[in-house]
Structure formats: C-alpha cells, structure tokens
C-alpha cells in the first residue's frame, strides 16, 4: 500500500502509489451474485502515513509503508471535493496500479461474495488463502483462522465509527490506524484469558511492531484499546459510515482497499416531516377504525 510517488518497502511488497497511478474499479457492486461494471479511478498523490517496522507472524521484521490515501473514481488525477480516502485491508500483496476491482459492501467482503453466479467466493477469506498467506511463518500466526468473520466485521466497524474521522487528521493516526485494521483481520487470537488485543509493543502475536519508539506505539495502543473496550476522551462519540470495498478479482492479484463515507443526518425539518406524515397515517388508520 504505497502510496508516495517515490517510496518504496524493503520487501518489495508494496508497489509505488504515483500521482498518477490508474485503479480500474467496478463501481456496479458485484455483491452476492450480481454482474460488475467496470470504471475507472485515478491517484492524485496526496497521502498520509509513515513508515514503520513490523513483523507479520514469524517472519523477518520489514519496513512498510502504512496509512490512508486518497484516489477519485474516474480518470483525473487532480485532488477534488470528488477525492476520498482509502486504507488497505490486505498487507500481504502487492498494490497494482492499474488493477481491476470488485466493488461490494463491507459485509459481502468479510463474509464472501461472487461476482457471477456460481463463480468463486471471493472477499476475506479467499485473500487469507493466498500464498501470501499461507507462506511460512505467517501461516496460522497472522492468519484469518485467529478470528472470526462476525467479529472482523463488529470490530473495523466500530473502529471506523469512533476514530476514522480523527485518524486523517495526521499521518502517525492514520498510521497507527491502518495497524489497527491489519490487527483486526489477522491477529484476533489476543490475550489468552479475554482474547483482546495485545498492545503495539508485544512481541509475539501475529503482527508486532518492531520498534522502539513511544510516539507511534501509544497512538496504535490508543485505538487497540478501544477496540478492547476503552474509548479515550475525544473518541467516546461515533459516526455512522457506509462502507465500500475495492476487492481486486481474483482476490490476491492486488490490495483490497476500503473506502469509508459518512451517512447523511437528518435535518430538524425532515423528521418534523417524517414524524408528521407517521402522525398522519397512525391517525386516518385510528379514524377508520371508529367509523
């Protein structure tokens, strides 16, 4: 998940983010069984995020590249209103640009969906299948077999809700924001008493940071333990979001990225409306029933 124009890992995992880069994205969701339709979406190069030493499992420690960048659906590469945020929900492939998306609803991403009928079950579970994945030292430490698919969705949900809007407001919160989804989707098994998170610093889980700095460590640790149950002041409140999934199909042939827009509120005056026109129908329902 590079996303600066001349940065690179020392693994060669993440492929260059250039300002220019082509994302070719189904924008017709492909949900359980529907057909999807292609477009397109470019990079515009603007991005936040940090570089940051991790191990995956047991495998050697590697610098990645980490946090949200922006891209538009369509050909411009200028950064617009039209502009949005994306953070990846698969470290293990490379980011391919351009690449071939699956549009499709969060759930059907964590749970499986096909883009034809009868075709293969994609999301999730058939990235954790990769090679990648199943590689040794990564296979059965940071792997989807530590968690379960009902919690991988209640948990990058409510991550989402409490702290996406403060994650963009820095590049070490949208680091440590992106650790925290990784964390989710293949390190679930957690504290063997509670199955909670571990904390950044813990040095064997299925993702541990390798390193000894406090500043990006107590930023992870701040949205862990929300997730464990302690939101801290400033991330007490939520907000409800709509979720997109970029999945690339077949899964594994690149990153799938997850897209995030906030649902309307709505106005004073419209649920007067609503609560009118509810009034009005509970009335003429109670009017007949006496004549």
């Not at 940071?142 to 809700?161: A, G, H, I």
Request: proline fraction near 2%.
């Amino acid at each position: 998940m590079n996303y600066a124009a001349t940065a690179t890992t020392t693994t060669g995992r993440f492929a260059s983010f250039a300002a220019s880069a082509l994302l070719v994205v189904a924008a017709g969701s492909a949900y359980a069984q529907g057909a999807t339709t292609v477009t397109k979406a470019t990079g515009t190069g603007s991005s936040l995020g940090e570089t940051h030493s991790l191990v995956f499992g047991n495998t050697a420690a590697r610098n990645v590249n980490m946090g949200a960048w922006k891209v538009n659906e369509g050909t411009s590469s200028t950064l617009g209103a039209n502009s949005f945020w994306v953070y990846c929900l698969d470290p293990l492939n490379n980011y391919i640009s351009p690449d071939t998306y699956d549009k499709v609803s969060l759930s059907n991403f964590v749970n499986g969906y096909q883009a034809t009928p009868g075709g293969a079950t994609l999301g999730y579970a058939s990235i954790f299948a990769g090679a990648n994945y199943q590689a040794a030292g990564v296979q059965g430490v940071y792997d989807d077999s530590t968690t379960t698919t009902s919690r991988v969705l209640s948990d990058l949900t409510n991550l989402f809700q409490h702290a996406y809007a403060d994650s963009i407001t820095s590049s070490v919160k949208s680091a440590a924001f992106q650790f925290a989804i990784w964390e989710i989707l293949g390190d679930g098994a957690g504290q063997s008493t509670n199955k909670k998170y571990y904390s950044a610093g813990y040095t064997n889980s299925g993702l541990d940071l390798n390193e000894t700095g406090t500043t990006f460590k107590t930023q992870v640790d701040t949205y862990l333990a929300g997730l464990n149950g302690t939101w801290a002041a400033g991330l007490t409140g939520t907000t409800n979001y709509t979720f997109s999934v970029y999945n690339p199909n077949p899964s594994g042939s690149g990153q799938a990225l997850i897209r995030a827009t906030a649902n309307a509120v709505p106005e004073p005056g419209s649920l007067a409306l609503v609560s009118l026109a509810v009034f009005g129908v509970v009335y003429t329902r109670r009017k007949g029933k006496k004549s």
